[in-house]
């Protein structure tokens, strides 16, 4: 046989054989080291990405079945937080945010998969709604603002007029409506208001035309109607 092809051949199965110990590797304590991907069982790539002393470290790319980008996370602080950028099939951002200890964790993002405009805007602790949550009108200006705290709905709950002018304004304690609530027309003004007690219409709700006449009064108790005039 020809040397020089011999040598060719040997080559190649030195190159091949060290393509396939650069990736996948476990070190001698069986932890991942370095260049790893995953596959399923048609032969998908589901991820790449690098490993330290078998801890996920850096950036890690997920794809769908056809193979295009899924998301991006950058992992940091041993591999406990994660932020995370993601993408529809179509190439446009739908979501990014952080993971801490692999829950949603401080701000997230939403955004439509059709023109890439922002649709909401949620605060997380630890997979937990916790903080200020919007969601946008097309134009960018908020529909309506809600507050959370350790899941439930709690403190300001403002709805808007996409021009920016408010259209509701109330409040929640403990996951339910409490105090006063007031609406009102495009022009700012009032359309209604009244109160809520644990949940429940309380008191006196008054009805108003956009000239400022009252239509109508309802009295409430424990959200039952007593008396309307």
Known sequence: MNRLFLVFILLGMSFRAFSQDSVNRNDAMGRKQGKWMKVDKDGHKLYDGQFKDGIPDGEFRYYYADGKLKAISVLSDDGKTARTVSYASNGRKIAEGNYRNEKKDSTWKYYSDYDGTLLSEESYALNVKDGASKTFYSNGNITELMHYRDGKKEGEWIQYF????????????NDEKEGPFTGYYPGGKISFSGAYKAGHMDGTWTFYEENGEVTRTEKYSGGALIKEK
Do not use: E, H
């Not at 996409?162 to 304690?173: L, Y």
């Open 162 to 173: 996409d021009d920016g002018k408010v259209k509701f304004r109330g409040a929640f304690a």
